[in-house]
């Protein structure tokens, strides 16, 4: 069987959700048995989203791999339990990196080097790889940005090549709004079929329109859609607002999303698969009547997608332990002693979150010192569990100076430290430790106990580690290193086993965390919270 390939775009607005879409569609095929992947093509220049600060785009999410890439790729394995790598996430910086250095090698022996055919070619050879590679039924490519777009034009050039070069085996979904005037109280397509001719007018002729709507589309509104734009009036499907984005692929089935796309590649159709592990995860979200409250402490917590990975392993450890979240955001640089206790007392369990550079961490402090003395359930990630190291080294050990060689570089405790391999590094790009690594865990240790097993591998994204030379000091008050990497004997993690459940983790185990798999740690967590609760 040849590959498929589907491209969703987007027209009218952009967040309308392209990647809920794709990924739905993906579980869905996979829940029919097909071997499905997803790619994320994103039109700016970055090479990666590693360099972009999260208030232009919201969290980096990190493949097995060690590519920073969009937060899609998240949403991607979440729900299919896919492991992404590199190749499935590209930028018009990488394909424009790939062309330059090929002209420079003279691979394209004195020629012009234009945008077609050299930089299309290279976006339709990325599309391919990834099929032709790994043997798929099924490559989704979402194309990032909205149809008009300037910077989106080559890739929209390519999905038209590829159109026409594949034939059957290829089709375009196009996600569209369809807003809701509410003086006039009614729904407009307008805004829909101005974005179809747009993308009819660079050659491309969508075979499925996926209409965003918060209001039901009646048959007569998509039967108007249809015509206006050639699509088949069974093509054309409303995806509506939902209280979860999990019930998205639920939604897209009893539309026939799947079918129309099987019917439309030439593929059997056959019968509607269960779905029953996911169900019973729906289920299990509906059904909880009790909730915890967590409190997470960070510097970006104005914007909803910058701990988006955070966010989604909590809510489905919540679901597991048959709880509703309630997440409570908590802006570190508007926290010290004289209000932690205020801010604080309510939660039933704190999470500081990961990041880089100065701004907000004596907030953390303030937060982990108050969490640590009234034994709250707390975890750290990343920057998180080098500021439970910090706190404990000031207040505990009683170095008032200690830090991390990040926020001060000549101070005399350096309890958190450049790691050794990232000391001549000049390039800010893709250059920290990134990735799955092993770690060993301590036998007995609450961190074992959670994942059941002392060998597991995790993802990073850090530059900065504890200090080794402090260990022996820190064990001695009751601050454990129960896990570390095998081969550089880094400490991965961190724990006070006086305390309920006081965790910190120098990788990500968010990034490690789906709907059907959901993170031992964070499940762990959430247990630990409502024992400690009650």
Request: glycine share 8%.
């Amino acid at each position: 069987m040849n590959t498929k390939y589907i491209f969703v775009t987007g027209g009218v607005v952009s967040s309308l959700g392209k990647g809920i879409i794709s990924a739905s569609l993906a579980k869905l095929l996979q829940a029919r048995g097909y071997n499905v992947t997803i790619q994320k093509f994103d039109p700016y220049i970055n090479i990666d989203p590693g360099t972009l600060n999260p208030y232009e785009h919201g969290e980096c999410y990190v493949t097995v791999d060690g590519h920073e890439a969009d937060l899609d790729l998240g949403h991607y394995e979440r729900f299919t339990n896919i492991r992404t790598t590199r190749a499935n996430n590209i930028t018009t910086g990488r394909i424009y990196k790939n062309v330059i250095e090929k002209e420079r090698r003279g691979d394209y022996l004195g020629k012009t080097v234009q945008i077609i055919p050299h930089i299309t070619d290279e976006i339709k050879r990325n599309v391919k790889l990834l099929g032709s590679k790994n043997n798929y039924d099924f490559v989704i490519t979402e194309i990032g940005g909205t149809v008009g777009d300037i910077e989106s034009l080559p890739f929209i050039e390519s999905v038209r090549q590829l159109r026409w070069e594949m034939g059957r085996d290829c089709l375009c979904i196009h996600l569209t709004y369809v807003p809701f005037i509410a003086a006039a109280k009614e729904l407009k397509t307008k805004p829909t079929q101005h974005s179809v001719k747009q993308l009819q007018e660079v050659g491309i002729q969508p075979d499925i329109l996926v209409l965003r709507t918060e209001h039901e589309l009646n048959s007569s509104l998509r039967h108007k859609v249809a015509l206006f734009c050639n699509v088949d009036a069974d093509a054309v499907i409303q995806s509506i607002d939902v209280p979860s984005i999990y019930e998205v692929p639920l939604m897209m089935q009893a539309q026939k999303l799947d079918e129309i796309v099987l019917r439309k590649t030439g593929m059997e159709v056959g019968a509607v698969p269960e779905m029953k592990p996911w169900r019973e995860f729906l289920s299990r979200m509906k059904n909880a009547k009790e909730s915890v409250r967590i409190g997470l402490v960070g510097k970006y917590v104005e914007l909803q997608d910058a701990y988006k990975s955070i966010n989604e392993a909590l809510f489905q450890a919540a679901t597991y332990n048959d709880r509703k979240l309630d997440l409570q955001y908590i802006h570190s640089e508007k926290l010290d002693d004289g209000n932690v206790e205020e801010k604080l007392a309510s939660m039933d369990g704190l999470i500081i979150a990961p990041g880089f550079g100065q701004r907000g961490i004596e907030g953390k402090f303030a937060a982990l010192k108050y969490a640590r003395e009234h034994d709250i359930p707390t975890f750290g990630i990343c920057l998180g569990m080098q500021c439970m190291v910090i706190e404990f080294a000031r207040n505990v050990l009683g170095y008032k100076d200690a830090n991390s060689t990040e926020m001060e570089v000549h101070v005399k405790h350096n309890v958190i430290d450049l790691m050794e391999s990232q000391k001549s590094i000049s390039n800010m790009g893709g250059t920290m430790r990134l990735g799955e690594y092993d770690c060993v865990l301590r036998e007995g240790s609450k961190a074992a106990e959670a994942y059941g097993k002392t060998h597991i591998k995790e993802r990073h994204r850090h530059r900065f580690e504890f200090n080794g030379e402090y260990r022996t000091e820190f064990e001695a008050a009751g601050m454990q290193c129960v896990g570390e990497n095998p081969e550089t004997h880094l400490v991965e993690v961190v724990e006070m086993p006086s305390l309920t459940w006081y965790i910190g983790t120098q990788y990500h185990p968010e990034y490690n965390s789906t709907v059907l798999n959901p993170n031992p740690l964070f499940v762990s967590f959430v247990k630990a919270v409502i024992k400690h609760k009650k």
